[in-house]
C-alpha cells in the first residue's frame, strides 16, 4: 500500500512514537502550532471562517484563546454548511465523502482527505505498540457492517483485509449462540495476536465462553474496544474470558482518534491529531478542569475541511494528573457516554447512563437492558428476557429508578431482543429529549 498508494502511515507512526517522549510543555507548545496553523488556514481558505480573518493577530499570539471566538459546530450547522466548510485549496477530487453512524438521528456527511485517515490509523498504531501490538499482526474484528458497502464492495473489503491487512472481519449483527460458536472456531483457526470490537458484541462472545466454560486455543494479547463506552462490568467479564486485558480506545467517526489507553489504565489524549475543549452541557460555556462536560473536538490535521469547535456528542472530564507510564500526553478523566445517555429528573438534577449500568451489574439475572427516558415524567425499562430472570431483579431496578429518578411513571418490557442502532450497536440508556 505504501509503494503503490503512496500511504505514509509508518512515516507518521515514527513521527508519532517521537514526540510521545516529549515533556508535558513540549507537547502543549506543539499542539499550539498545529492549532496556529489550522486556524490560519481556515480564516483564509475556509468560506465558512472567512469573517473571522479579523482573529489574526490574537490566531498569531494565543491560538488556543482565539479558538474560543469561534462558534461551537454542531451537527446541523455541518449539515447546513456543507460546502461553505469545504477548503477553497482542497484538491476535490481526492476528497474522501464520508458520515456518521447515525446511532443518534440523522447521520451527518463530511469530507476527509486520505492523509488525516492515515493519521488516525498511525495514531491507532502509536497506542497499540504501548501494548507490543504492530502493523501486520493478525487481528479479529468483531464489528458493524460498513455501512455503505453493497454486497460486492464487502467481498473485496474483505479479501482487502485478510491479505493486506492480515485481519479478519466478523459482523456484529446476528450474534445468536449457534453463530458465536462458528466464530469462535474461525478465530481459533486464524490465531490472532488480538481482537478487535464493540464492547456490546465482545460481551456476548465473553458470556458465551464463559457459559460454556471455552476459552481461545491461543493466548491473545488484548481485546481492544472502540466506539462504544466500556462500563467496568463489561471489562471484567472479558478480560477474564478471553483471559487478556481489554485496551479502551476513544474515538469518534467524525472526530477522529482522540484518546487511547496504556498498560496503566489512564486515556491518553493524542495532542497531535485533536485539540479538546469540555463545555457545560446546557450553555457550552467552557468548564473548569476536571468538571464533566460535551467533548468539543478540533481535529488538527484535517485541512481540506476543517471543523473548529466541532460538537462530538460525548459527554467527557480531562484531568492534568501524570501517568506513571511515563508517557507526558495529558490525560482523559472519565468517560461519560453519549450526551443523551444522560438522563435529567424531575427538578433538573443530571444522572449518567453509567448509574444504570452499575445498578444492573449488582443484579445477577439481569442480562440485558435498556432505559429510555421520554420525558421528565416517563421513562420505559426493557430488559433481555431468559428463564433465570428474577421478578425480585426487576422490582429492585424499577425502585432504584424512582429513587434516582423521582416521582416518575416507569414501564417494565420484558422483550426477547433488544434492538441495537442501525449501525449495530447497543445503547442502554437513551434520551428522546433535547435538555
Ligand atoms: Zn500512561
Request: aromatic share 8%; proline share 4%; hydrophobic share 40%.
Amino acid at each position: 500500500m505504501e509503494r503503490i498508494k503512496g500511504n505514509q502511515i509508518r512515516q507518521d507512526l515514527a513521527e508519532l512514537q517521537a514526540t510521545e517522549r516529549l515533556s508535558r510543555e513540549d507537547l502543549l507548545r506543539l499542539q499550539t502550532d498545529k492549532l496556529r496553523k489550522l486556524l490560519l488556514h481556515s480564516v483564509t481558505h475556509v468560506p465558512f471562517y472567512r469573517e473571522y480573518a479579523h482573529l489574526k493577530p490574537l490566531i498569531e499570539t494565543k491560538p488556543g484563546e482565539a479558538l474560543t471566538h469561534f462558534p461551537i459546530l454542531t451537527k446541523d450547522i455541518v449539515r447546513e454548511n456543507f460546502d461553505r466548510l469545504v477548503a477553497d485549496n482542497a484538491n476535490r477530487e481526492s476528497l474522501i465523502l464520508n458520515r456518521t453512524g447515525g446511532s443518534t438521528g440523522q447521520p451527518v456527511l463530511f469530507y476527509i482527505d486520505r492523509h488525516t485517515v492515515e493519521y488516525y490509523e498511525a495514531a491507532r498504531w502509536r497506542g497499540l505498540s504501548w501494548w507490543d501490538i504492530h502493523i501486520g499482526d493478525p487481528c479479529v474484528m468483531i464489528w458493524g457492517s460498513p455501512i455503505e458497502l453493497n454486497r460486492q464492495q464487502l467481498k473485496r473489503q474483505r479479501l482487502k483485509d485478510r491479505f493486506l491487512k492480515n485481519q479478519v472481519f466478523i459482523p456484529s449483527f446476528d450474534l445468536r449462540k449457534e453463530k458465536i460458536k462458528e466464530y469462535l472456531d474461525l478465530i481459533d483457526d486464524f490465531h490472532p495476536v488480538y481482537l478487535f470490537g464493540w464492547a456490546s458484541a465482545l460481551r456476548l462472545f465473553a458470556d458465551f465462553m464463559l457459559e460454556e466454560k471455552r476459552s481461545l486455543k491461543r493466548p491473545i494479547k488484548a481485546v481492544l474496544n472502540t466506539a462504544e463506552t466500556l462500563h467496568p462490568g463489561d471489562r471484567e467479564v472479558i478480560e477474564q474470558a478471553f483471559r487478556c486485558p481489554v485496551i479502551n480506545e476513544y474515538g469518534a467517526r467524525d472526530g477522529g482518534l482522540l484518546a487511547y489507553q496504556c498498560p496503566s489504565g489512564n486515556m491518553h489524549i493524542n495532542v497531535e491529531t485533536a485539540w479538546i475543549e469540555v463545555g457545560d452541557m446546557l450553555t457550552k460555556e467552557l468548564v473548569s478542569l476536571g468538571e464533566k462536560g460535551l467533548v468539543i473536538v478540533t481535529d488538527l490535521n484535517n485541512y481540506s475541511m476543517p471543523r473548529l469547535r466541532y460538537q462530538l456528542g460525548d459527554v467527557i472530564s480531562l484531568s492534568d494528573d501524570q501517568c506513571s507510564c511515563g508517557r507526558e500526553l495529558p490525560l482523559i478523566k472519565t468517560l461519560d457516554g453519549r450526551e443523551n445517555d444522560t438522563f435529567v429528573t424531575k427538578d433538573g438534577a443530571y444522572v449518567n447512563g453509567q448509574f444504570f449500568t452499575n445498578l444492573a451489574r449488582i443484579l445477577p439475572t439481569v442480562r440485558q437492558f435498556q432505559v429510555v427516558q421520554h420525558s421528565r415524567t416517563e421513562m420505559t425499562l426493557r430488559l433481555l428476557e431468559h428463564d433465570q430472570l428474577a421478578q425480585e431483579d426487576v422490582d429492585h431496578f424499577v425502585n432504584v429508578i424512582l429513587e434516582k429518578m423521582g416521582d416518575v411513571e416507569v414501564h417494565v418490557k420484558r422483550v426477547s431482543e433488544i434492538e441495537r442502532q442501525a449501525s449495530g450497536k447497543l445503547r442502554t440508556s437513551i434520551r428522546e429529549f433535547p435538555l
